[in-house]
């Protein structure tokens, strides 16, 4: 019995820490949202290998403040479609620390459709996930960034597009997969990638 209480008291006292961080982390994500912004997406993973839990976030113009409220927020000329993704290390302290952001590494959202399907996040990795349909195919574009430690960075370690016919096929082995790696486009940092990537089939290296 003492040993059950004991326990009890235990997964009591992780909750009760578990919802005081996720408050702190409310409070702290929402000061690295720009004005006229809103929270999209959250994502949690150890992002730096460091044993510590990181959020990536993606976020958007708020269009509900209306134009005129946007027209005095936003800096003049900016571009309403794009989505920022913005990364968040957390500190040892517990705080987080905005070190990268890049405003086209998620597709503009343009018309009713949108090819954004989310980030996996992985220890030391994530990957960000589109996916294209037409009346042809539907093809997912997946980039995997990679934790460089002596870099301190985030580098794009593959490009991949994996396309289906929308009619469906009798061949097992039906499905058009094609990659990029380092060595067909070199080192890039995540602040510098832009999506979506050339997709000639003759830079594809195959």
């Known amino acids: 019995m003492k040993y059950l209480l004991l326990s009890l008291c ?11 961080l996720s408050d702190k982390d409310a409070a702290a994500i929402s000061s690295f949202i720009p004005k006229g912004y809103k929270l999209l997406k959250e994502y949690s993973a150890d992002l730096n290998l460091d044993s510590l839990p990181d959020k990536i976030i993606v976020v958007g113009v708020d269009k509900s403040l209306g134009d005129s409220l ?6 003049s000329g900016t571009n309403l479609q794009k989505r920022p993704v913005v990364i968040l290390l957390r500190q040892s302290d517990g705080s987080l620390k905005r070190v990268t952001r890049n405003d086209q590494a998620v597709a503009q959202l343009l018309g009713s459709t949108d090819p954004f399907a989310g ?3 992985r220890s030391g990795s994530f990957t960000i996930e589109h996916v294209n349909t037409d009346a042809i195919q539907t093809c997912t574009v997946e980039a995997r960034f990679e934790w460089n430690m002596k870099q301190s960075d985030w580098y794009l370690k593959s490009y991949s597009q994996s396309c289906i016919s929308v009619t469906p096929s009798t061949d097992p082995n039906a499905g058009d997969f ?7 486009f070199g080192k890039i940092p995540f602040g510098k990638f832009k999506y979506p990537m050339s997709v000639e089939v003759d830079e594809w290296g195959q």
């Open 178 to 184: 094609k990659e990029k790696t380092p060595k067909n």
């Open 119 to 121: 980030i996996k996040c």
């Open 70 to 75: 946007l027209h005095i927020l936003l800096p």
């Open 10 to 20: 235990a997964i009591l006292l992780s909750f009760s820490a578990a919802a005081q």
